[in-house]
């Protein structure tokens, strides 16, 4: 059976690797040698050309790959009022079958009180609209647990925010605001990255969210409940999913776990619509926590991995949907890719078409499965 809203039976995360030339062009830009109007039209025509790449293999969401960020979440969260960018790196470390790298991003500190100036990204997602000819155009932000989990207690001035309390209250209404606004521009697909609830699942990722000054066994209701209240102001009509996954860096990742710890309460009590799991290999664990999943709520298999590009097979993929299906109904399930293509500019290591095979095998598999 088809889906006529989202999430799709056949989708993907949102961000697709950076063509050469767009790079090029941030970087040219970065030393001053093309202004800013010009970078906006190489950005505009590239993502012209990605959305109509993904309407020809036949998605129905459509994202703008991400092509005016540098990564998925700093970009967002560095416009947000009260928020600012520390010189000092953050270091989140990194594995993969080639060894560990370090990502090396700069800190924030939340040094004000939190307040929306304007919509972020809201031209962005106008821009997008306008070149979608068919399909539903998909946005997709940093969850508001994101601005926490970079930092914890000590990123917040203790002078603006002496009580957490406030700061929760804050962050949530100004999430709020955000959505209200993006609604006003017609969107009715917005996503909400939310690494920390993924990251929750491994004991280590949990050690570190105690040094921080946070709480290890509830954090994860802690987050839920306050991406709840920026979601109460909700425009009628638009689907909210959020994604998860355990880091995604140049082909690495950064935390191991099923989704054992969270999933009672993530399934139950997040106000979602549908929830992007990364399901890619034996590191993210296995389908069982999917028992707690309600009815009305959709799940959406990341079992098509994008850290590298040997193309799965239908076959695999089929068996796969169909033991998940064992602990909770098939038609509540969708299949994507495991997370982005290019959750940073540096992009995964696979190819431009290495990527649109991964792309294209989700959507034929979903058809063959349901049609």
Wanted: charged letters at 25%.
């Amino acid at each position: 059976m088809k889906l006529n809203q989202p999430p799709f039976r056949a989708d993907h995360v949102g961000s697709l690797l950076r063509p050469k030339e767009l790079l090029r062009a941030r970087e040219e830009h970065k030393q001053g040698r093309i202004g800013t109007a010009q970078l906006k039209a190489i950005e505009d025509d590239a993502i012209r050309a990605v959305v109509k790449m993904q309407e020809d293999i036949g998605l129905q969401g459509i994202t703008d790959g991400e092509f005016r960020r540098s990564s998925w979440h700093m970009d967002f969260m560095y416009q947000l009022g009260g928020v600012q960018k520390v010189e000092q790196n953050i270091t989140v470390h990194f594995h993969s079958d080639q060894g560990d790298v370090d990502f090396k991003p700069s800190g924030l500190r939340v040094a004000g009180k939190l307040h929306l100036d304007d919509c972020i990204f809201g031209d962005h997602f106008e821009f997008l609209k306008s070149v979608v000819g068919h399909g539903t155009p998909k946005l997709t932000i940093p969850s508001p647990s994101m601005i926490h989990y970079r930092g914890g207690r000590a990123a917040i001035d203790n002078g603006v925010y002496p009580q957490m309390e406030e700061f929760w209250h804050d962050l949530s209404a100004v999430y709020a605001k955000e959505i209200v606004e993006l609604g006003k521009r017609g969107c009715k697909y917005l996503q909400l990255d939310d690494t920390s609830l993924a990251y929750l699942n491994d004991p280590k990722q949990r050690e570190y969210v105690k040094s921080i000054g946070g709480d290890p066994d509830a954090q994860h209701r802690i987050y839920i409940r306050n991406i709840n209240a920026a979601l109460d102001a909700r425009p009628p009509g638009m689907r909210v999913c959020t994604h998860m996954c355990r880091g995604n860096f140049r082909s690495a990742w950064a935390a191991s776990g099923g989704y054992d710890h969270v999933a009672e309460a993530l399934f139950n009590e997040l106000n979602v619509d549908g929830f992007f799991l990364e399901y890619d290999d034996a590191r993210s664990g296995g389908f069982e926590p999917l028992r707690f999943v309600p009815k009305g709520k959709l799940v959406v298999l990341g079992l098509v991995t994008t850290k590298r590009g040997q193309l799965e097979t239908k076959e695999s993929l089929k068996r796969r949907i169909f033991e998940a299906a064992q602990y909770m109904p098939l038609e509540q399930l969708c299949l994507s890719p495991q997370c982005g293509f290019s959750s940073t500019e540096e992009g995964n290591a696979l190819s431009k078409e290495e990527q649109i095979a991964k792309l294209r095998l989700v959507v034929e598999t979903a058809q063959e499965v349901w049609g």
